[in-house]
């Protein structure tokens, strides 16, 4: 069965410093990863996904996670943040057997970016 | 990206009465909808996904009877808890897909309080 462990349930960071929240997982099969991002009561975004190829993948502002198949990792960093990045981040892994498959969500992260 | 409007953001209602919660996809046909419950400060659980025209597959623990999943149309489907009870309190989140794309786009949530 699929897991996803996000191992910090909280990370502080002073603003323009470097943050990396980490996501592992568990699968028998290949996946896609996603993270996403929550704001206070609202719904999910997409940050970045890996569904293939390059083993980096980026988003629109500036976040950046590497798919490591032997660690069986997939981390999201920044190397500078801001406060608007204060946020709930979610790390989930669907099956990647064609198409798409439900989601299965780790416990998030809490980034909170102090000045 | 596409838009999935989620409606209302939030509600009140008195224990034993039923509340309905809308997910609509606004700009795309949602062949599959997807119903997800969060707890405070913790992840997203999958209760059930539904195809349009079919019934809803639950997930397991996620009583049928109670919250009941209607997916009548390419762009919109319904979910209502019935003879709802404090502890079904939560934020509940709507997901949307089209056909096999890969990514499922969310609704903002919905805040539900049964007092």
């Known amino acids: 069965a699929q897991s996803v462990t996000q191992l910090d349930s909280q990370v502080p960071v002073f603003e323009e410093a470097p943050v990396e929240l980490r996501c592992n997982y568990s699968?028998?099969?290949?996946?896609?990863l996603f993270w996403y991002v929550q704001y206070p009561n609202q719904g999910l975004q997409l940050l970045l996904k890996?569904?293939?190829?390059?083993?980096l993948v980026e988003s629109i502002n500036g976040f950046e996670a590497e798919f490591n198949k032997s660690q069986t990792s997939f981390h999201l960093r920044k190397p500078s943040v801001h406060i608007s990045d204060t946020a709930e981040y979610f790390c989930?892994?669907?099956?990647?057997?064609?198409?798409?498959?439900?989601?299965?969500f780790g416990a998030g992260t809490r980034l909170a970016v102090h000045p | 990206g596409a838009v999935v409007s989620q409606h209302p953001s939030r509600v009140i209602c008195k224990s034993g009465t039923s509340v309905k919660i809308e997910c609509r996809s606004l700009?795309?046909?949602?062949?599959?909808m997807f119903w997800y419950r969060q707890f405070p400060k913790q992840s997203l659980m999958l209760m059930a996904t539904?195809?349009?025209?079919?019934?809803?597959?639950?997930e397991q623990g996620v009583e049928k009877d109670k919250f009941l999943i209607n997916h009548a149309s390419l762009t919109l489907s319904t979910l209502t808890v019935t003879s709802a009870h404090p502890e079904d309190s939560s934020f509940y989140i709507c997901?949307?897909?089209?056909?096999?794309?890969?990514?499922?786009?969310f609704g903002q949530g919905t805040r539900l309080t049964v007092v």
């Open positions: 997901s949307a897909l089209e056909g096999t794309n890969t990514e499922a786009f």
């Open positions: 700009d795309f046909q949602a062949t599959t």
């Open positions: 989930a892994v669907s099956e990647g057997s064609g198409g798409y498959n439900k989601l299965i």
């Open positions: 539904s195809n349009e025209g079919s019934k809803a597959t639950y």
């Open positions: 890996y569904l293939s190829g390059s083993t």
């Open positions: 699968s028998s099969v290949s996946v896609y």
